[in-house]
Nanobody
């Protein structure tokens, strides 16, 4: 059994920064490909950032490239999303996700992930 628990976020002013964490508990080995997704009100869930199981590869949505940074600490089994220069359109519920695979691939489709957290709200005020 795998549990993913997000924390962080909240209300941030436009141009500000915040960090999200995702604690991986339960079965943590073999390492997962991990990702962050978000869903704004009235919109579909979208890919934000992903990191491969070996942590050697990352990918970002064009809308966040250069502003967000994804990382993973395998010692603490925690994934992070550093968010800078936030915009009102970054508002949404952010979900962390874990996927089981044997290749060093960054997963960008939600359907490729097996495990999901409960989500954490990020609200960017203008």
């Amino acid at each position: 059994q795998v549990q993913l628990t997000e924390s962080g976020g909240g209300l941030v002013q436009a141009g500000g920064s915040t960090n999200l964490s995702c604690l991986i508990s339960g079965r943590t080995y073999p390492p997962f490909a991990m990702g962050w997704f978000r869903q704004a009100p009235g919109k579909e869930r979208e890919f934000v950032a992903g990191i491969s199981r070996t942590e050697l590869s990352t990918r970002y949505a064009n809308s966040v490239k250069g502003r967000f940074g994804i990382s993973k600490d395998k010692v603490t089994n925690t994934m992070y999303l550093e968010m800078e220069r936030l915009k009102p359109e970054d508002t949404g519920v952010y979900y962390c996700a874990g996927g089981v695979l044997t290749t060093n691939t960054v997963l960008t489709r939600g359907d490729d992930y097996s495990y999901w957290g409960q989500g954490t709200q990020v609200t960017v005020s203008s």
